[in-house]
């Protein structure tokens, strides 16, 4: 049997317990002699696709997270590039001490094969600075395709400089998925660690050791509670979460017509002076419905939850209301960010528009990413 200390769940970095079946990191006792040991749930989550809750508070996430400022290390920090101010980590300069910190944007196959790179990392360092940091390298990749993930593990290997490397991000950016990718490139291994499309898979640190005696350090994900993804059910998670490259949908709205996207977020062309089009970039699955504003409100009180879905029927009653956040936009090409779903860019200034968000669902203007 293996030393009781090793007994460290690969796929979630909790530690092991074979005695209460409720609580995490239990695994029956015949789990222990395998050579790699998994806890029940990440068991479950590989070969089931099944979540369990677990108990773990964002106090517990948060305090993992704060002992890396007293760290010297490399920290690589993982952003969903879909999901740029939804997926940013509040208060990374703090977390990072004065460790250098790499900015990953993932999941770069879901943009529009349009998109210029070279013009994307750009923004991206511009919109990090914004947000008070200033990484020392920005990398684009799809470690789901396996994109630039060569040449990012190579530069994250020079850039560390013989330390430990931390890898931090919010819940759902890829994360496990961008180490397992770096694992199999320094490896040859395939999936080390718990990968899933549901928030929090990775529990505590998993360290994973490097040819020199240091380590590469997976984190558990901290989950930003304004993400969309925590207002829908998690069978429609699928809807919201691209899987593969957006088609923008143009609409050429008047005055006074209004978008629902599904009957999670509504967006109102409230004046500018004629007929505009707006270009909407959300999951390919997401419905979009157009109805005349004086009529939504209606729409939305009758047909939530069947025409526009999600939420479900079943969720309805307690889905939180949709809160409004007038804009004026002064500046051509102008994205406004719907947290966790996507955008819709106005390329025209001297519009006046209005966002619909559930309550606690961030929304944000932002120069145009594409």
């Known amino acids: 049997m293996s030393d009781p200390k090793q ?48 108990s773990l508070t964002d106090d517990d996430f948060l305090k993992i997270l704060n002992g890396i400022s007293q760290t010297d290390a490399l920290i690589v920090m993982v952003v969903d590039i879909f999901d740029f101010n939804g997926s940013w980590l509040p208060g990374i300069h703090r977390f990072a001490g004065n460790n250098k910190v790499v900015l990953v944007g993932n999941k770069v196959d879901l943009l529009p094969k349009s998109v210029k790179h070279n013009k994307l990392i750009h923004w991206m360092k511009q919109e990090a600075r914004d947000l008070g940091l200033r990484p020392e390298e920005v ?15 190579a530069a994250i290997d020079e850039l560390r400089n013989g330390k430990d490397v931390y890898v931090v991000g919010c819940t759902n950016v890829g994360k496990s998925t961008f180490i397992n990718r770096i694992i199999k490139e320094v490896t040859g291994e395939g999936d080390v660690i718990t990968t899933s499309h549901f928030p929090g898979t990775t529990l505590d640190m998993i360290r994973i050791p490097l040819d020199d005696g240091k380590a590469l350090i997976d984190t558990p994900g901290i989950i930003n509670h304004h993400q969309m993804a925590h ?30 996207f599904g009957g999670l977020a509504r967006f109102d062309y409230i004046s500018g002076s004629e007929k505009r089009s707006f270009v909407c970039y959300l999951a390919n699955e997401l419905a979009i419905h157009r109805t005349k504003t004086e009529k939504a409100a209606e729409l939305y009180e009758n047909h939530l939850g069947e025409l526009l ?46 966002a619909y968000v559930p309550k606690g669902v961030e929304t944000v203007l932002r120069k145009s990413l594409i």
């Open 7 to 54: 007994q460290i769940c690969i796929g979630c970095g909790v530690t092991v317990q074979t005695e209460n079946p409720d609580i995490i990191g239990y695994a029956p006792a015949s789990a222990l002699e395998k050579e790699t040991i998994i806890c029940q749930r990440c068991y479950r989550l590989k070969h089931y696709n099944e979540i369990q809750d677990v």
């Open 309 to 354: 879905a999600p939420p479900r029927p079943e969720q309805v009653k307690s889905f939180p209301e949709l809160v409004k956040q007038e804009y004026v936009i002064k500046e051509a090409k102008t994205d406004i960010v719907f947290s966790g779903l996507g955008w819709v860019t106005v390329n025209e200034p001297g519009v006046k528009v209005a």
């Open 139 to 153: 990398f684009l990749v799809s470690a789901g395709k396996g994109w630039m993930m060569k040449e990012t593990a």
């Open 231 to 260: 207002f829908v059910d998690k069978g429609d998670l699928k809807l919201i979460t691209p899987k593969k490259e957006i088609k923008p949908k143009v609409y050429q709205l008047n005055e006074g017509q209004t978008l629902f």
